[in-house]
């Protein structure tokens, strides 16, 4: 019964060519009837469906195009496989989700899952089309991101919106009815986000444009026979749950999002707005007051206009002296970065015209040489205190642009550089003291920095065997001082016993826990949500600034060990939860499974544990866990959950999760959710580019300030108790969820639930209709 039930439903396609007056070949769809001869007639080949009288021909037509999210590989012999980011044509439709498709210029029809693809609308297809192939997901999404406007904001239901449009962003009635595609996809952004702010959600808008006409398709080839219909069962598209390597379209940075809205801003209403007069007798304040309210026109001209022209004259002499202090401020700021007043030509640096400034003095992009040369200036290091950011910017990202031995080196010659020809010996002798000495000392507090703040011995121990005998002899002979002080502390942090991440307070006996029993209901949510902040803590202290930058080039290997184990928590954790909530055979016990995973995501909020809370949340409300309905009807804290989800949502670039973490104190012990500073890494290196023999500084100060975002909660230990048996439950609950089942059992113990649950509220109802 299933089987020819199955047959009946899914139709075999076959193509037929028909010469035209232009003498192209147009295609034909031939639906066969589920006849027993029709179906013998339809395998037999191209010929015997044309000859049969019983099959009628029809011109084949598209019913909208279709976007390839995943890849997808058929075993069966008339499927058609397909790669992410491709633009399909649909032909025909099946209740059953297969759908029958073939390449726009290509002569091949054959059956594609339905989940593996999502419809377009005819101007999003041809937007699509006329970029890069493998851009077009990530355009898709970021349109439905543009145009998810919620239609609940009052400004965004001005009547009066909608003439305020210009005519490019308009969509009449008649072309919505009638479904017509814009004329260029260049508006297909502007006529899709007037929907959104029209109230119009993305689905309504797909189904109104999706009622245009099917368009008809002419080839010069002939085709194929059809395929028929395929017989495995549909297949699930793979899993998206993992932040650490899946590659999302990447917002915008917080502080372009600010540089964004303040443009905006500029051109509001609101700055086209009449300025107040400014009137400074207080007087004709009140009299003109008086006189407006008689209506004394005469007067009041008499009065307000010397006393006006007044005002906006000392007002424009104001803004005149602001502006002109301003650019004097910015011009002296600038002559004071070229240091270029009160100093002879031997003195100015040999390699400042490599360098490219912005207007406050700081480096926008260089060439090695001068970078090194302004790391060693007193631009630097203006005073003990007064440490510019460039010396950390440089020591931090150094590696993406040159080796450690080649910076080592450049360094020594920085340190033994030879003074300029031609200098007699008063200029010899203010050289020397005014930039041969200051630059040695600068070389060493150089060093000293690599050294106390940027892992010199951890990362280059190579480059920490050859200082001392530099410094003993050459620096110590030249800079007694300054030299020994670098060899005590070099000696001071060889000795020194390695800081080790804190496992928590280590009680003085073992504390008491009841057996668990490998029953997760039996363990306290708060103790469970403590450990896991002990165990994510252990494992985010030891990621390194050179693995976040490494992680730039590659996501996986050993050169970011530790941040991969961290990130790869993230997966671990979430497998755990739906695990242990599908793995529930009773429904009320499953709803309490549920709840108490909630009230663990709430504990290590309150800990400042972002990253467990957003596994667990996300876990949470994902699919599998959602569709159980009647499972949910009797769980009590989803109010709590919905209040952590707004944490966690991906709008803005994450910006209510980056605006938590900006209230984080500085002495709190935070664990942070990384994923979008990961994903910030990678767009700065799409935005910036290095150029021939030139670095983008500006790139690295980007990198350094992302890379301090995610390492600031380093060195802060979190002050709970380490409990040894809870610790042990946690480590091999995530290890078995490396070893769990893939997504696709997720999905097939999801909807066996589903139907059971279904089941038992048919027999429950039955009974009560009886009378139990």
Known sequence: MTISKSISVRQTLNLQIQPSA???????????????????ASHSGGQSSTESPSVSASPVTVICSVLCLHDFTSDEEHGLSFRRNEILEVVQKEDTGWWAAMRRKGTIVGWIPEAFVTPLTPAMAEHLREIREE???????????????????PSLQDPDLHRSLPPSYKLTRTSESSGQRPSSPKHLSRTRSRDALS??????????????????????????????????????????????????????????????????????SRSLRRRPLMVDDNTALSRLSTLIETKNTREIDMLANPDVTGSFQALAKRSQAARQRRQNEGRQRLLASFQISEKAWYILPAHADELELDALGKVQSGSLLGLVERLTSDIVFAGPDQLD????????????????????????????????????????????????????????????LWLENHRLLEDDPHIAQRLPDFIRHVATPRLPTEGQTLLQNIERLTFADPIR??????????????????????????????????????????????????YIRKQSGPDVENLAAFCSTYDKLGTWVKSSILNTQTLTKRAQVIDYWIKVAERCCANSNYASMSSIISAVSSVVITRLT????????????????????????????????????????????????????????????????????????????TINSILKFQHRPPQHIYDEYINTFIRDRLQEAVLSPDDTWFWDRSQEIVRVEYANADVRKGLEQVGF
């Open 135 to 153: 851009l077009r997901v990530y355009e898709y999404q970021a349109e439905q991101l543009y145009n998810a406007v919620p239609p609940s904001k």
């Open 501 to 550: 991440p804190s496992m928590g307070i280590m009680p003085k006996k073992p504390l008491k826990t009841k057996d668990h029993k490998n029953d997760i209901l039996r363990i306290e949510p708060s103790v469970l949500a403590d450990q896991l902040t002990l165990y994510e803590y252990h494992l985010y202290d030891k990621i390194t600034p050179r693995e976040c930058l490494a």
């Open 199 to 268: 109230g119009r959600s993305q689905g309504e808008v797909d189904r109104l444009l999706l009622k245009a006409p099917p368009r008809a398709y002419s080839r010069s080839k002939k085709l194929p026979p059809p395929p028929p219909s395929p017989t495995t069962p549909m297949p699930h598209p793979p899993a998206q749950s993992a932040p650490l390597y899946y590659n999302k379209p990447v917002p915008p940075l917080p502080q372009e999002l600010f540089e964004i809205r303040t443009r905006s801003a500029s051109l509001s």
């Open 22 to 40: 232009f003498n192209d070949s147009a295609i034909s769809l031939i639906s066969l009837d589920s006849s027993p001869s029709n179906s013998s």
């Open 389 to 448: 950011p460039f010396a950390h910017i440089f020591l931090m990202t150094f590696r993406t642009f040159t080796t450690s031995e080649e910076l080592f080196d450049l360094l020594l010659d920085r340190f033994s550089m030879t003074r300029p020809d031609n200098l007699n010996e008063i200029e010899v002798a203010d050289w020397k003291r005014r930039s041969l000495v200051p630059t040695q000392r600068h070389v060493l507090d150089v060093f000293t």
């Open 630 to 705: 009647f499972t949910w009807t009797h769980t009590g804290r989803k109010a709590q959950l919905d209040a952590l989800l707004k944490h966690n949502e991906p709008s803005g670039g994450f910006a209510g999760y980056r605006s938590l973490l900006r209230h984080v104190e500085d002495v709190t012990t935070c664990v942070p959710f990384i994923t979008m500073y990961l994903s910030d890494l990678i767009r700065i290196r799409e935005q910036y580019r290095d150029e021939e023999k030139t670095i983008s500084f500006i790139q690295r100060q980007r990198w350094h300030d």
